[in-house]
């Protein structure tokens, strides 16, 4: 699995806003897997909730959707370009995401054509799913 120094060798998203800090492709031009552990330090908790502090629902889908743009910056013919969202459609969120969590992340191509296509998203805690999400994306 790639560290946060060899994913930014990849995807053009930095500190403070990198949301994987491990990633590996499973089949290339396909699947790729990852992690994002909660530390507790981030900055988004202090704010969210500050009483109960919980991963932004938007943060887990750009966490897949980062992990996604691994897979498709990984394809040597798009190195160095950038990956934007078109599409975020059938989100569900089942459980919150709290510091001590590590999301296992997931994504699957399902169309791509060109610079555009969608992707199949999941994160899970444990083998427990948290969030799942069809993702379109256009590749510039």
Do not use: W
């Amino acid at each position: 699995m790639k560290n946060k120094e060899e994913i930014i060798e990849v995807i053009p998203h930095r500190d403070p806003f990198l949301m994987i800090d491990g990633a590996e492709i499973v089949e290339p031009e396909k699947s790729a897997k990852g992690t994002k552990t909660l530390t507790g330090n981030e900055d988004f908790l202090k704010g969210h909730f500050p009483d109960e502090p919980v991963m932004p629902g938007v943060l887990i889908i750009e966490s897949m959707a980062q992990l996604g743009a691994f897979l498709i910056l990984g394809i040597e013919k798009y190195r160095g370009k950038k990956v934007y969202f078109t599409s975020i459609d059938n989100a569900k969120f089942r459980k919150k995401v709290v510091p001590g969590d590590t999301l296992e992340l997931y994504v699957e191509l399902i169309s791509f054509r060109h610079n555009i296509g969608k992707g199949s998203a999941r994160a899970e805690i444990n083998g427990e799913t948290v969030c799942t999400a069809e993702l379109g994306f256009v590749i510039a």
